[in-house]
């Protein structure tokens, strides 16, 4: 293999051996499904008027716009007020089995569904942040997000104990069903009947070979096609949040406002956009400090998708954006747009830091449980509940194994 072809077929070798940046995808599952679940959880006493049969924009209204624009959402199913009610609770369900990383090829799919029928239903409902979240729910369900900090990475592992998977099957035959009612009543058609029933076909496909044949060259086939998916979805995520910032700033620049510096300060002095009247009023009167931010804005949102290839610089400014995005959140009021864009921003995050936070949790975790009554369990019961052994622990002789979802299947140089 000659200097030239070296570098390529490492390329192709690792895109198609590896799911790509396994702890970004895992704190954009668990980042996104949080958001729209506290949200939901916020907005619970006000949903029938958000996206139910009690909103201005009343189910008629939903169905003539949706007809022309081809979007999809379970609240066109029925208007009545039980299946709202479903379709509501299953979201707040979805989103929060994503967050602990139980099936989620299953749960990214829900929550796909979740979101785009209650934000389709009500489209004049939400901010930057819903769109945001609306994109980010479709391309997660390309993902392998579950590859760790997820109950899911679990289960793998006792699954390479011998342990049979019985929720799966069910769970398939259970969704399986469903999809055949709703397409027997004629609620989906064209290109989400084909979306549906070929992610459900490829799923049960996926365990089927996974269970019969896990060491046969199908299962290869199956695993480097999931990487390129994935790592195809993980790039258009990444493409995605340079956009938003990229067309963000450039669109700013135009504008009088951002270019004289004075653009930061008309929103510090709206009602709706102040939570903290005397926080705002202490920014608002600071000249130079409205200044700087103005433009420091611009110069950030600007800048940043040419910095990407500079990692030092890169994590200087996604540093700064995620302090602005905390303090828009705190001083504007908007936790919810700020949590969708800090959550876009962490795919960019180094997965040495990601690694070194998930460490702190598992030690803070550790030290919560230690001071528990559970600490004084049997050795043995904690091993048969799934805890994992220390190194001084397992049997001599045995090396530590990778997780499935790392193996190595693709095409090698």
Known sequence: MTRLERPPAQWLGKVT????????T????????ATWLFFLLRELPHRHEMYGPDGPWDWDMARQLISGNGAFTALMWSDGRIWFEVVYALAILSSALLVLGWRTRTMSVLFMIGVLSLQN??????????????LMATYLVLTRCGQVWSLDARRAARARAGDVDRVGPVLWCALGLGLSAVTFMGELSGGWLLIFWGLWLVHGLWWAVGRRAPHSELR???????NLTHNAGLLVIMVEACLIYATAGWYKIQGSRWQDGTAVYYPLNLDYFSPWHALSELLSSNGLILMLVTYGTVAVQVAFPFTLFNRRV?????????????VIAVVLGLPFFSLAMI??????????FLRRVGGWVARARGALISRTP?????LSRLVRRGA??????????????????????????
Do not use: C, W
């Open 374 to 378: 559970l600490s004084r369990t049997p």
């Open 121 to 134: 239903r009500s489209i004049f409902i939400g901010d930057g942040g819903d769109n945001v979240l609306h």
């Open 343 to 352: 959550t876009a921003d962490a795919v960019f995050l180094p997965e040495s």
């Open 388 to 413: 994992p052994l220390s190194r001084q622990q397992r049997p001599a002789g045995r090396r530590d194994e990778e997780p499935s979802e790392h193996a190595r299947v693709g095409f090698t140089p």
């Open 26 to 33: 895992a704190v954009v599952r668990i980042g996104f499904a």
């Open 220 to 226: 290869k086939l199956l695993d480097v096609i999931a």
């Open 314 to 326: 890169k994590n200087v400014l996604l540093a700064a954006m995620i302090f602005e995005h905390a």
């Open 17 to 24: 051996g590896f799911a790509l940046g396994p702890y970004q």
